[in-house]
C-alpha cells in the first residue's frame, strides 16, 4: 500500500526562502501572507490530502467508475465524503473571487494545493481542478447574470464544472468541431453534438453540473473563427438558484482507459441542450485561451505531483528492501542482506528523479507567482511582462514536466522490481496515470510546436530576452561565490545550448517551418533542461547561504542535489542541441508510404 | 482494434544479404537453409501470428487469467486453440533436439518465431517461450532418464514448462531463497516453499505443466552455493508416461498486474511435492545460468516486438488520422485537414522508433547467429569465442532493447492523442505488456551490472577487445564508400566514446566499485547505441551495394533510416559518457535516511 507525504517544508522553503514572497505583499491576496501563514494553510492542506485523499487512491484505481443505465455515474468509495471535506476546507475556494464567495488567495498557493492533492489522489483532484478551470473561464468572459447564477455555487463546491472540446475527429485540430448551437428566442442556443475525453462530465458528487461547450453556431465561418463557447447546465436553474429540470445533456459511456480510473471520462450527448453564450460569439477558442496558461500549468503540476509520490514510495522501498550487499562490502552484516538502497544505481534512480521534483516544484511556483502578477500586479507594464514570461514558460512546463513527472514514475516503479508490476504495490497506478498529463491539455508535441511556433517569436522575442536576462543575472550573481561558481559555469554551458538552439531556430525555421517541427520537442526539453538550472541555482544560492551559519542537514541535501542536477542532467543539453542542427532534411525524406 | 504483419521481408534481408547466412552451411541444422526456405518458414510463421495470435490480443488483455476454487486456472477465449496450432505448426518444437522429436533447425529461427509471436500477443508467446525454456534447461542437465521422461512431451507441446526462481523476500538476491527439499527414500526430494511471480504457473491449455524448481537440501550451505535445481511435475508421470495423480504443487493466486494479463502469474505453492534433481546439488544455479543468454535474449526480443507492433499501429494511424495542417501548406486539399504524418515532429518519433526496431532486430539475429555457433559449432576455440561474445551483449540486448522498447512504446501511443489512453485502441496494452521486459529475467538495473562487474572483465577483457575489432574493421571497409563514409565516421566517434568509458570503467571503478556501479546503466545504453550503429552500418552497406545496381525503394528507406540514426540518435554516447564520467562521489554523498 502505497503512502505519501506532502512536502510542506519544501514548499516553505521556496516560497519564503528562495522566491521572498513577502516581496509580493502590495498585490491583492498577498497582504497577510506571512511564512507562518503559508506553512499553516500547506500544512492543512497536507492534512486533508494525506488522510482523506490518498487512502483512496489505490481502492478508486481498481473501483473505477460506473454507469448506470439513466446516464448517471458513481464515483468510487469515499470520493464522495471527501468531496465534501475538501469543499468544506475551502480547498475549491481559495484563490476564487471573494465577490462571488472565493477566499482571494494567491493562485499560487492553489497551486501548491493541486499539487499535494494530485499526488494523493490525481483522479481526484481533477473534479475540484476542472472545476476551477470554468470557474475561472466563466468568471472572465461571463455576464453579469450569468456569473450571479453560477459561480457562487461552483465556488462553493455545490456544482462543478467541465471542459467540453474535444470530439470523435478532432482534438488538436478545434477548427474541425461540428456540434452545433442554433438560436433559441429567448437568446439562448440549443445545442446538439457529441463531446468525448470530458473529465468529470457526469459523477454524483454534486447536484448539478456546468458544462462550458465549444460549439458552432449556425451560419458561423469555418475553421476557428466560427467556434463559440457557452455554458450549459446539467440541470437548468430556477428562479431562486435551485437546480430545476432537466437540461438535455448527457453522459452517453465512460471510456476506459489506461490510468486516472476514478475520474469519469465520458462522451457527453447533447441534444439540443440549452446553453448561455460566454464571451463573443465566433471568439470561442479565444475564451478558452485565456484559461490556458494556468489550465496548462495544472496538468505540469500533476507530473510533478505523480512524480513526487512516485519517489516518495520508491525511497522507502528501497530503505526497506533487503537483497544483495554493498559492492563495497557489506553494510547491514546483522540482516540477511544490505537494503537496496547502498547501491549506487538505486542512488542515481532516485537522485534523478529527485533533483528533477524539487527543481520542477521550484519552476511551478516560480511562474504561479508570474499568474499572480500577471493578473493582480498593479502595474501595467510589469503585468504584461509576467504574462509573456509564463506564456512562454507554459508549453515547456506542460511539456518537460509532464514527459519527465512519466518517466520518472517508470523509474520509481523500477525499484521496487516485479512488485512494481503488481498493481496492489501502487507503484503502476502512478505511471498509467502520470501518462495522460503528456496528452490530455495539448498533447505535448503541441506543446512544442506552440513553443518555437508562437511563444519564441511573440513580440520580437521579447518574453526570451527578458528570460536569457534574467537567468544571465543570476549567473553572475552566483559566479563569485566559491559553492556556486561551479553550478554557475554548468548552467552557463546550457545557456548558451539555449542560445545557439534558439539562433539556429531563427536562421533556420523560418525559411522551412520543418527544421523548427524536427527541433521542436528537443528544444522544448533544452529549454526545461536550463529552467531546471536555473532553478537549482536560485535554490543553490539559498541553500549555501545557510550553511554558512551552521550544518543544516536539509540544505546540504539541497546543495548535492543540485550538484548532482548540474553533473548528470543538465549535460543533455548538448545532446538535445546536436539533435535540432540534424535540421529536417532526413526527418522528411522518405514518401509516406514508406512508413 | 490494432493490426500486426510481421517483418518477413527484413528478416529475409537481415539473414540472408547483410549476415550471409549461407556461410553458417557447416552447422547443424542450417544445411538445408536457403533464402527461400527461410521465407517460406517466416511466411508460415507470420501467417499464424497475423491471423490467430493478434486478433486474441486484446480480448485476451480485456479477460485476463481466472483462477477457480479448485486452483485451476482458465486462460482467455482462444488461447486453447491457438496453442494447438502453434504446436501443431511446429513452432515450439523448430529449435529443440531431434533426438526428442525437435526439429533442430536454427535457434536463430525460433528467435524470429518469437518476435512474430510477442509482437502478436506477448501474454500467448509466454507459454511456449517458458516451455522452450524448461526444454533447454533438461536438456543440458537432466539424466537419460528425465529427459526421455518429459522432453518428448515438452517437445510436443502436450506439457508445458515453467521456471521457479523468485520468492516474496528474493528476487534478484537468490541466495535468500527458503524453499526447502527434503530427500525421499526413493531418491526424490519432498519440496516445499512458496513461490512468486511465476510465469505460466497454472493454465488449461495442456494435461501437464513441468516445473522448475529452484531450492535448498536440507543441511545445504547457505547462500547461493547452497541452492539446486529440481523439476517437479504438476501431475506425477505414470510408467507409460501419461500424467497420473496430482503432485503437491498448486497455484495459490494470481496475481493482479500492469500488463501480460493473459499470461497467468501464479503464487506457486509446493507443499511436499515430489521433484527431481537436475544438474548437480547445491549447483542450480549455475544450471539456470546456462539457460540465461537465451532466456535474456528472449526477453530483448519482446522490448523489440512490442516496439515493432506499437510503431506499426502509429504509422497506420499518422497516414489516417486528419487533423491541421502542415506547416509548410496544405497537402491534402481535397480532405478537412491534412494526415498528421505530413508534421515533422509526427516524423521524428516514427523514424526514432523504427530506426531502433530494425537496428535492433539486427542486433538480435547477429547475437542469435552467435548462439547457434556457440552451441552448434564444429571449432571450440570458435564456439568458446562466440560464447564469450553473446555473454557480453546479452546484457546490452536484455537492458538496451528493453529499456528502448518500453519508450517507444509510449511514444507511438502518443501519436494517438486521447485515443492512446482509451484500451480499445491497443496502445495502451502495449505499453503495459513491453513495461515487465525492463523488470523480469533481470531486472534492467542488474543487467548492467552483470555487464560492468563480469562480462567486461571477464578472460582480461577478451571479448571486449574481439568486439572493438569487429566494429573497428567494419568501420575501416566502409570508409572508403562516398555514402558510408559519414556513417562511418559518426560510428567512429560512438566506438571511441565506447572506449573511453570502458577505460574509465578499467581505471575508476576497480579501485572504488562505486563508480562502476553508478556509471553502469550509462555504460549499458552506451554500449546499446553503438551496437546498434554498428547494425546500421551493416545494413547501409548492402543497401548502398544494392542501390548501384538501380532504384529500390526499400534500400532507400534503409539508408535514410541509416542516415536518421547516425544523425539524431547515435550522438546520445556523449551524453552517457559525460554521465559516467561525473563518478559515484555526489550519488553516494547522502545518507540513507536523507532519502
Not at 492543512?44 to 460506473?66: F, H, T, Y
Not at 495522460?436 to 517569436?457: F, T, W
Request: glycine share 12%; net charge negative; charged share 20%.
Amino acid at each position: 500500500m502505497p503512502s505519501y507525504k506532502a512536502p510542506v517544508a519544501d514548499v516553505s522553503f521556496l516560497l519564503t526562502d528562495v522566491f521572498g514572497i513577502e516581496q509580493y505583499g502590495s498585490l491583492p491576496g498577498f497582504s497577510d501572507l506571512s511564512g507562518e501563514m503559508i506553512d499553516a494553510i500547506a500544512g492543512e492542506a497536507a492534512k486533508l490530502c494525506e488522510e482523506q485523499l490518498q487512502p483512496i487512491n489505490l481502492s478508486g484505481d481498481r473501483e473505477g467508475c460506473v454507469r448506470h443505465a439513466d446516464a448517471s455515474v458513481t464515483t468510487p468509495k469515499g470520493f464522495k465524503p471527501a468531496f465534501r471535506n475538501y469543499v468544506e476546507g475551502g480547498w475549491l475556494s481559495l484563490s476564487a473571487n471573494p465577490d462571488y464567495g472565493g477566499q482571494g488567495l494567491p493562485y499560487t498557493l492553489a497551486a501548491v494545493v493541486n499539487e499535494f492533492a494530485s499526488s494523493a489522489n490525481m483522479s481526484f483532484a481533477m473534479y475540484p481542478g476542472l472545476t476551477a478551470g470554468a470557474i475561472a473561464a466563466i468568471d472572465v468572459h461571463g455576464s453579469e447574470a450569468i456569473k450571479a447564477t453560477y459561480l457562487p455555487k461552483m465556488i462553493a463546491g455545490t456544482w462543478t464544472g467541465t471542459m467540453n472540446l474535444t470530439e470523435p475527429h478532432c482534438g488538436t485540430d478545434l477548427g474541425l468541431i461540428r456540434t452545433r448551437a442554433k438560436p433559441n428566442a429567448d437568446g439562448s442556443f440549443a445545442i446538439t453534438g457529441t463531446k468525448i475525453f470530458i473529465s468529470a462530465g457526469e459523477q454524483d458528487l454534486t447536484e448539478n453540473i456546468i458544462h462550458l461547450v465549444l460549439a458552432r453556431v449556425d451560419g458561423a465561418p469555418e475553421g476557428v473563427k466560427g467556434i463559440s463557447l457557452f455554458v450549459v447546465p446539467k440541470f437548468h436553474v430556477n428562479p431562486d438558484g435551485t437546480p430545476g429540470a432537466r437540461n438535455g445533456v448527457a453522459c452517453g459511456s465512460i471510456e476506459h482507459k489506461m490510468g486516472i480510473h476514478a475520474n469519469a471520462t465520458c462522451v457527453m450527448n447533447f441534444d439540443g441542450a440549452t446553453g448561455y453564450l460566454i464571451g463573443e460569439m465566433n471568439r470561442g477558442l479565444n475564451a478558452m485561451f485565456v484559461m490556458m496558461n494556468e489550465a496548462r500549468l495544472g496538468v505540469a503540476i500533476q507530473g510533478l505531483a505523480q512524480s513526487e509520490v512516485a519517489y516518495q514510495n520508491a525511497a522507502a522501498y528501497a530503505k526497506d528492501r533487503l537483497q544483495g550487499r554493498a559492492l563495497t562490502g557489506t553494510k547491514a552484516p546483522d540482516k540477511a542482506a544490505d537494503p537496496i538502497i547502498v547501491h549506487p544505481d538505486v542512488r542515481r534512480t532516485l537522485l534523478t528523479i529527485r533533483a528533477f521534483n524539487e527543481g520542477a516544484r521550484a519552476l511551478v511556483l516560480w511562474n504561479a507567482l508570474k499568474s499572480d502578477v500577471a493578473h493582480r500586479g498593479g502595474d501595467a507594464a510589469a503585468r504584461e511582462m509576467a504574462d509573456e514570461q509564463l506564456g512562454l514558460m507554459t508549453p515547456v512546463l506542460k511539456g518537460f514536466l509532464t514527459d519527465r513527472g512519466f518517466d520518472n514514475c517508470v523509474m520509481a516503479q523500477q525499484m521496487f522490481g516485479g512488485h512494481g508490476f503488481i498493481e496492489e504495490w501502487g507503484m503502476s497506478q502512478f505511471v498509467r496515470d502520470a501518462r495522460i498529463a503528456m496528452i490530455y491539455e495539448g498533447a505535448n508535441g503541441i506543446q512544442a510546436l506552440d513553443l518555437v511556433g508562437r511563444k519564441l517569436p511573440r513580440n520580437g522575442g521579447k518574453a526570451l530576452m527578458a528570460y536569457f536576462g534574467e537567468v544571465g543575472g543570476l549567473i553572475k550573481d552566483a559566479s563569485v561565490d566559491e559553492t556556486l561558481k561551479p553550478f554557475a559555469a554548468a548552467l552557463q554551458t546550457g545557456v548558451g545550448h539555449l542560445q545557439q538552439a534558439s539562433m539556429w531556430l531563427m536562421q533556420n525555421g523560418m525559411g522551412n517551418p520543418d527544421n523548427a517541427g524536427a527541433a521542436s520537442v528537443d528544444y522544448m526539453h533544452l529549454f526545461g533542461l536550463v529552467a531546471l538550472g536555473q532553478m537549482w541555482l536560485m535554490q543553490a544560492r539559498v541553500a549555501a547561504e545557510r550553511l554558512k551559519a551552521g550544518p543544516d542537514a536539509a540544505m546540504s541535501t539541497k546543495l548535492t542535489l543540485a550538484r548532482f542536477y548540474f553533473e548528470r542532467m543538465l549535460p543533455e543539453t548538448a545532446l538535445r542541441l546536436a539533435r535540432m542542427q540534424a535540421g529536417a532534411a532526413t526527418v522528411m525524406a522518405l514518401p509516406a508510404e514508406a512508413f
